[in-house]
């Protein structure tokens, strides 16, 4: 029976992420307490964001933010505007970020914070009322060694720079270490935006490497063409010199055996919002593009997009999950039989750039002591192999999957952080 303390987190993707947990719980053999002391996140927020619109009404919008768990340090995670927007996925997307950041030994727990709009249907005025609404719902429950704030899916360099400002002219004072993602201009890191596509191209790399495949005779698929998606696309192409034979985006999906020309495509997406009318390829049906034979499949949208129906007919042979949750629990059942087939670089691991570039750039705030770009993405893949390498070592030692050696790491650093620390009073 599901525990009653959880039911407000109801919501397919909570969901998923326990299941996951609780496989992970299992092979771990981790008692009923401490399993509720682990997926139970520390506090819940939902916030009404009244804002005036440009025609006169007012609409009120729904903000939420979970902060999953203190033990390592403050919580940090982003913020996503999308209509899909629930408490539970939002609770998710924190308790994965919990497993992340411990994996890569970051001194962060997991949070994650979102408001349920569509942003493209909102002005600018009203884009940046609503984000400084929402900033000011939080100030009670953030701060720069609480819960740090950062981009997602809807957000951006400016809507950080709204709630930075927002925040400051609380305190009375600049503080950019309250957000990471800021523009360069007032204390953002060079390097932020591009920093997940760079983190799954690194780590593809390295895939690729273990398997004995050149990266540029290879073939690859990209789901999701958004700001994680369409670096990674550039940096396959043109890093490595691999051929894009798939894309797509919320609007379309194109397919072609030559390779797509994945500049012209970005310049499209950037000129008219989307991928719909690129015609740099032939239009595929978008759950067709998941099974297209490729050398690497990149998931780069949003959750549950593998699944039993087309687990067992993927034909790639690197699944990089730069989205989060992109493979239910039902799919990793498939693929953990599967699993030295198809080579799986798990969620928490591929999308990790992000969140370890957000570090370096709060430290930077904190200490107001900056990188530059190759310095910060030096030691971005640094961090990055470390987890690899930690990953790869444990899978093959205990012959399990990639993502449950990766859980596996993360979780028991938790653990060992909360038990340390006891439970007061």
């Known amino acids: 029976m599901p525990d009653p303390t959880l039911q407000i987190y109801a919501d397919p993707t909570f969901a998923m992420a326990s299941e996951q947990f609780r496989v992970l719980a299992d092979y771990l053999n981790l008692d009923s307490n401490i399993r509720a002391r682990l997926i139970a996140p520390k506090r819940a927020i939902a916030v009404t964001l009244p804002v005036h619109r440009d025609d006169g009404s007012i609409t009120v919008f729904e903000g939420y933010r979970v902060q999953h768990h203190l033990a390592l340090g403050p919580t940090k995670g982003g913020t996503r505007f999308h209509p899909g927007v629930s408490l539970g996925e939002v609770a998710a997307l924190a308790m994965w970020m919990s497993w992340k950041c411990a994996l890569t030994g970051l001194p962060y727990g997991g949070a994650k914070g979102g408001v349920t709009l569509n942003p493209t249907e909102l002005s600018r005025r009203e884009l940046e009322a609503v984000s400084r609404r ?42 950019p270490e309250i957000v990471t993602g800021k523009p360069v201009s007032i204390g953002g890191t060079s390097g932020r935006r591009e920093a997940t596509g760079r983190g799954v191209v690194y780590l593809i790399e390295r ?27 550039l940096g396959l192409a043109y890093r490595d010199g691999m051929k894009v034979i798939g894309i797509s985006d919320a609007s379309s999906a194109f397919y072609n055996e030559k390779g797509i020309d994945i500049d012209a495509a970005e310049k499209h997406a950037l000129e008219h919002g989307n991928l719909a009318g690129f015609d740099g390829a032939d239009s595929i049906n978008a759950n067709e593009l998941l099974t297209l034979k490729c050398d690497v499949l990149v998931p780069a949208a949003v959750e549950g997009v593998i699944t039993e129906r087309n687990a067992a007919k993927l034909q790639c042979r690197v699944l990089a999950e730069a989205a989060n949750g992109p493979t239910t629990p039902d799919a990793d059942r498939i693929l953990f039989d599967r699993w030295e087939e198809i080579f799986v670089i798990p969620d928490i691991l591929c999308n990790a750039g992000g969140v370890i570039v957000s570090y370096f750039e709060w430290v930077q705030g904190l200490q107001n002591f900056f990188w530059n770009e190759t310095e910060i993405a030096d030691k971005l893949f640094r961090i990055l192999e470390q987890a690899f390498t930690a990953m790869i070592k444990r899978s093959r030692e ?16 938790v653990l060992a952080a909360k038990k340390s620390r006891g439970l007061f009073p």
């Not at 205990?398 to 028991?412: L, N, Y």
Request: aromatic share 10%; charged share 15%; glycine share 10%.
């Open 398 to 413: 205990a012959k399990i999957p990639h993502r449950m050696s990766a859980m596996a790491i993360g979780v028991e650093r």
């Open 134 to 175: 929402y900033m000011q719902e939080m100030i009670p429950f953030v701060g720069p060694h609480v819960d740090i704030m950062g981009p997602d899916m809807g957000t951006n360099e400016q809507v950080m720079a709204w709630f930075m400002d927002t925040y400051s002219v609380y305190r009375g004072f600049a503080v």
């Open 207 to 233: 895939a690729l490497n273990m398997l004995k495949l050149p990266p540029h005779q290879c073939t690859a698929v990209v789901q999701g063409f958004g700001n994680v998606g369409s670096v990674t696309a």
